[in-house]
């Protein structure tokens, strides 16, 4: 059995997640807003479980320990700064095409 555990709350959608990938879940409390639940995940090292229980995005929230939360943000925040300038050139760029007026498109005319 894993040493470390992280206490989170999990969406419906994340309990589902974690059950069809059969990775232990203990329930550890009723559910709270949105029907979310709190529960304890084994996990193998700070480092690992950030890795694992950052792939469920949005839909967990590790409320301990620290330092998993720790790194799950920093890990969050160096995905956003690596994604960044994409968001910013795709945006650039569409705002270009929005003010860029398009070319009428020719139209032909079929025969019937």
């Known amino acids: 059995m894993h040493p470390l555990q992280a206490r989170a709350r999990v969406s419906p959608r994340c309990w589902t997640w974690l059950n069809h990938a059969r990775i232990p879940v203990v329930l550890c409390g009723g559910p709270t807003e949105a029907a979310w ?22 839909e967990i929230e590790v ?14 925040c160096d995905l956003v700064r690596r994604h960044q300038s994409v968001v910013a050139a795709h945006d650039t760029k569409q705002q270009r095409l929005a003010v860029r007026p398009s070319k009428p498109e020719k139209l032909t005319e079929t025969k019937t």
């Open 37 to 58: 639940k709190e529960v304890l995940i084994s996990i193998e090292s700070i480092a690992h479980g950030a890795r694992q229980l950052l792939a469920y995005g949005a």
């Open 63 to 76: 409320l301990e320990p620290t330092a998993l939360r720790q790194a799950i943000y920093e890990q969050a």
